[in-house]
């Protein structure tokens, strides 16, 4: 059976790489300075880069870039020491990856990192248009700090709506038998999709007439 191999990227020519595989599923090129300073997780399938994610351990994160000063001075999160937090950016998986398994398995492999970094907090900053991600860290039960239009450095780029979220590692654990849910659900769809595509033209379908 086809299996994901994990590895770190640290090369320029990985960092590279890996940002240019980002910006070709998301439409956004991440800076190289902010990237070579985290912690790169390439998935491999063949020897060909197929997912990844970045996670960033110590400040300044990204994500808290785009948070408004109005909501950093009231909300009391902004209180909490950032030494004890991590985020999460960078996450894609490849179109050409179609099997659920695999797919989660980059998830599986993201939650055991979070959970083994042992910080308190986890930052999660998404593109609104997509429902995946949605879904998915919707799972780990975040609390917004900020949602919508991301006040831009001059040269900087970011998607034209997005959601800054934040939770706990324990919370991501504790939640992981939801993936686990969202694993069999989308192997049972895929399994669906490929009866209905597998499913002779000939065969009469309930309510169909022939001519």
Known sequence: MEKLVFKGLSSEAE???????????????????????????????????VGGYMLVTSP????????????KNTNPFFQQN?????EVNGLWISPALKCPKMQLSVWFHLIKDIFLSRKKYVLLMRDLRNKTTERLFNMANPTPLFQGSPK??????????????????WSI????????????????RATQFAEQRDQPR??????????
């Open 202 to 211: 000939h065969v009469k379908q309930p309510g169909a007439k022939y001519t």
């Open 60 to 71: 300044e994160f990204r994500s808290l870039i785009f948070v408004p000063d109005a909501i």
């Open 15 to 49: 960092i590279n790489l890996f940002l240019d595989k980002f910006k070709n599923c998301v439409g956004v090129r991440l800076p190289f300075d902010y990237a070579k300073r985290s912690s790169i997780v390439g998935a491999f399938l063949h020897d060909k880069l």
């Open 82 to 86: 950032q030494f004890e937090m991590m």
């Open 152 to 169: 831009l450095m001059a040269g900087d780029n970011s998607h034209d709506e997005i959601q800054v979220s934040y939770t706990s590692r």
């Open 173 to 188: 654990v504790l939640n992981s038998h939801k993936y686990w849910k969202e694993l069999k659900n989308r192997q049972q």
